[in-house]
């Protein structure tokens, strides 16, 4: 059975209803991030017919790592904090995310857990969309599916990147050499 919007985020959270009815304000806001800037008017219509917002209060676990993915966030406002627990179980605050941002988005690409749990650090207003809806997009509206496609392989590349950098900063405090495939003596 395919789960609906409002099966996916805890019963503290509100539905507002279709997206359609925020589409002024969601393309103003895309418009001004990095990762959905290229969608036109046009293009947020369609992708709003395709999700449901909610609004959540503070504290609010919208998603939780170890959790099944099905769905990605649009934060349209309000903040919220990724974190992560390591093997002792302690939670370690990754990055605070501000309207425009996505959260989840990986989900559309791979079906494996969450990777990391996301509270909300102050009320939010979100845009949800499943998975199910972005395989519909990218089966009926192919020009709205690439952008969306190219956006989320964006976000992860950029993630990659932020990975790599950050391990190669700590190899030389760790003694490891810069490649697996080159001795660490060369």
Do not use: Y
């Amino acid at each position: 059975m395919k789960a609906t919007p409002p099966d996916l985020l805890p019963p503290q959270c509100e539905c507002l209803g279709s997206a359609l009815a925020f589409a002024d304000d969601i393309h103003q806001i895309l418009s001004r991030t990095t990762l959905l800037e290229a969608l036109d008017e046009a293009d947020t219509q369609l992708l709003c017919a395709h999700m449901t917002c909610f609004s959540a209060p503070r504290g609010c676990v919208l998603m939780r790592e170890g959790d099944d993915s099905s769905f990605m966030l649009i934060l349209m406002t309000g903040r919220v904090e990724l974190q992560i627990k390591d093997e002792a179980g302690q939670i370690h605050r990754m990055v605070s995310l501000g309207p425009g941002r996505t959260i989840g988005e990986m989900s559309m690409i791979d079906q494996t857990p969450r990777s990391k749990t996301c509270v909300a650090l102050e009320p939010v207003d979100v845009a949800v969309l499943t998975r199910q809806a972005f395989r519909d997009i990218l089966l009926t509206t192919p020009r709205l599916g690439n952008k969306l496609l190219l956006a989320v392989m964006h976000s992860l590349a950029e993630r990659l990147h932020r990975a790599q950098d950050e391990l190669a900063h700590k190899r030389p405090a760790l003694g490891l050499p810069w490649s697996a495939t080159r001795p660490a003596d060369l």
